[in-house]
């Protein structure tokens, strides 16, 4: 109930956002600071996304948790994690947005860790140093824009250009959030996690926080040198590649998943920073599409995992003769992220692609192409390893898992294959989203 309630309350926002009228509450602080909340279309789209995948996710851990100790905590953790993220996408001020982002820190950090075993404490302290290590040095770029306009309101910096140096110093914290190279190495040790707790953070609601603050901050309130939308682009091609590579030589399920998130978040900054409407509504549009079919793929990982008690590919296949419904699923997903139509996620690569020809960076068009490439490399060579050919005797597989499970499974591939067939609904909503955003900054 407690993961149901920011979604409706969220979706029933929608007509008054869309519609220019969004509901808004702020209470000035002193010292130039304030508490409050502003429910536009940006943030609502991000709210309800989030919480949606969120409830499905937290469906199957009822499945994949059943036996797990300490549930509670569990439960508390992810709750909590998925309201500091309402509080992200909603809050006005600055000084909240931090402190919200680091609850969501302290959230991953319990649950990466849940196992309690030696290297899964240490694989979440390495993701908690280099999210909060990144968050401090994103207040350092707060605390310039405090110096420099003396308060912390968004609303009322909107327009406003800042420093260079502000600039860097957020961006460091957006980028080790949204695991963008070089900062991106927690992400895939966070695989070590309970699968909802993967899917979570790698789909559904932490790794776009990142992108979701640059959104928030660089295209609906800052103003930043031209400079930035060379370099991010940039930055974002050559975390893209890389991790892709990675993906293609690693042989932990997880671990492609995770690298073909560092690469699909580093195709979301793409969108966002390259400079036309029609690349910023991709991206945007991106987020919901790519939270559907990646956070199938580790929900199907999870369950070939808790089955088969092994994430190693080269010791498992033919999956698909005791697991019909999981492997159906994951090609369905796959399909989606790779971007072949008419799944989701081939209207937003698509509308990225022809927003970088537009905004006159066809090497940005191309990076994506190559990159869509890879992913379909890595992806199919994951599905023929897993779930094709003969089954590996040392490996004990049992029916699929709970009926729970495997409904969750079914459902996320379903979407990703409605959410193209029905594409319509959220892209209009994307472009009055988009058509706001710059009415804003006119």
């Given at each position: 109930m407690?993961?149901?309630?920011?979604l409706?309350?969220?979706?029933?926002?929608i007509?008054?956002a869309?519609?220019?009228?969004?509901?808004?509450?702020?209470?000035?602080?002193?010292?130039g600071?304030?508490?409050?909340?502003?429910?536009?279309?940006?943030?609502?789209f991000?709210?309800?996304?989030?919480s949606?995948?969120g409830?499905?996710i937290?469906?199957?851990?009822y499945?994949y948790m059943?036996?797990a100790e300490?549930?509670?905590?569990?439960?508390?953790m992810?709750?909590?994690?998925?309201?500091?993220?309402?509080?992200?996408?909603?809050?006005t001020?600055?000084v909240f947005l931090y402190?919200?982002?680091?609850?969501?820190?302290?959230?991953?950090w319990?649950?990466?860790?849940f196992?309690?075993?030696r290297?899964?404490?240490?694989r979440?302290?390495?993701?908690?140093l280099?999210?909060g290590a990144?968050?401090?040095v994103m207040?350092?770029?707060f605390?310039?824009?405090?110096a420099?306009y003396g308060?912390t309101d968004?609303?009322?910096?909107?327009g406003?250009e800042v420093?260079n140096?502000?600039?860097?110093?957020i961006?460091f914290g957006i980028?080790?959030k949204?695991?963008t190279?070089?900062?991106?190495?927690w992400i895939?040790d966070?695989?070590?996690?309970p699968t909802p707790?993967?899917?979570?953070?790698?789909?559904?609601v932490?790794?776009?926080i990142g992108?979701?603050?640059?959104?928030?901050?660089?295209?609906?309130?800052?103003?930043?040198?031209a400079?930035w939308h060379?370099a991010?682009?940039?930055?974002?091609a050559v975390?893209?590649?890389?991790?892709?590579?990675?993906?293609?030589a690693?042989?932990?399920?997880k671990?492609?998943?995770?690298y073909?998130?560092?690469?699909?978040?580093a195709f979301?900054l793409?969108?966002?920073s390259?400079?036309s409407?029609?690349?910023?509504?991709g991206g945007i549009?991106?987020?919901l599409?790519?939270?559907?079919?990646?956070g199938?793929?580790f929900l199907c990982a999870?369950?070939v995992e808790?089955?088969?008690h092994?994430?190693?590919?080269?010791?498992?296949?033919g999956?698909?003769?005791t697991?019909?419904v999981?492997a159906a699923?994951f090609?369905?997903c796959a399909?989606?992220?790779?971007?072949v139509?008419?799944?989701?996620g081939?209207?937003s690569?698509?509308m990225v692609i022809?927003?970088?020809l537009?905004a006159?960076?066809p090497?940005?068009?191309?990076v994506?192409v190559i990159g869509a490439m890879?992913?379909?490399?890595y992806?199919?060579r994951v599905f023929v390893k897993?779930?094709?050919?003969?089954?590996?005797?040392?490996?004990?597989?049992?029916p699929?898992?709970?009926?729970?499970?495997v409904?969750?499974v079914?459902?996320?591939a379903?979407?990703?294959?409605?959410?193209g067939l029905?594409v319509?609904f959220?892209?209009?909503?994307?472009g009055?989203?988009?058509k706001?955003?710059?009415e804003?900054?006119?």
């Open positions: 407690l993961v149901l309630t920011p409706v309350l969220s979706a029933l926002c007509p008054a869309l519609n220019s009228t969004p509901y808004s509450f702020n209470v000035q602080l002193p010292l600071l304030n508490f409050g909340f502003h429910a536009d279309g940006l943030a609502l991000m709210a309800v996304t989030a949606f995948l409830l499905i937290v469906l199957y851990s499945g059943a036996h300490h549930q509670d905590e569990f439960y508390l992810v709750v909590l994690f998925i309201g500091a993220m309402m509080g992200i996408t909603l809050t001020s600055l402190l919200f982002w680091e609850i969501s820190a302290l959230c991953c319990r649950l990466i860790g196992f309690r075993e290297e899964y404490v240490r979440a302290n390495k993701a908690f280099i999210t990144g968050a401090l207040l350092a770029g605390l310039v824009i405090y420099q308060t968004l609303l009322a910096l909107r406003k420093s140096v502000a600039v860097t110093l961006l980028l080790s949204s695991a190279l070089p900062l991106h190495s895939a966070a695989g070590i996690a707790v993967t899917a979570l953070l790698h789909a559904a932490l790794v776009k992108v979701y603050a640059f959104a928030r901050l660089f295209l609906v309130t800052f103003e930043m040198e400079f060379t991010i682009p940039v930055i974002a975390s893209a590649l890389l991790s892709a590579g990675a993906a293609i690693e042989n932990d399920i671990r492609v998943i995770a073909s998130t560092v690469s699909q978040l979301i793409l969108g966002l390259v400079g409407e029609l690349a910023v509504a549009l991106y987020i599409m790519h939270g559907i079919s990646k199938g793929l999870g369950i808790h089955t088969c092994t994430k190693d590919i080269t010791k498992l296949g999956l698909s003769k697991m019909p999981t699923s090609f369905l399909l989606s992220v790779m971007g139509p008419p799944f989701g081939f209207f690569k698509d022809n927003g970088a537009q006159d960076q090497w940005i068009a191309a994506f890879m992913t379909l490399i992806l199919l897993v779930f094709l050919g003969e089954p590996k005797a040392e490996v004990h597989t049992h699929e898992g709970s009926p729970v499970m409904f969750t079914g459902l996320m379903t979407l990703s294959l409605v959410s029905l319509n959220p892209a209009s909503m994307v009055t989203i988009v706001q955003l710059t804003v900054l006119q």
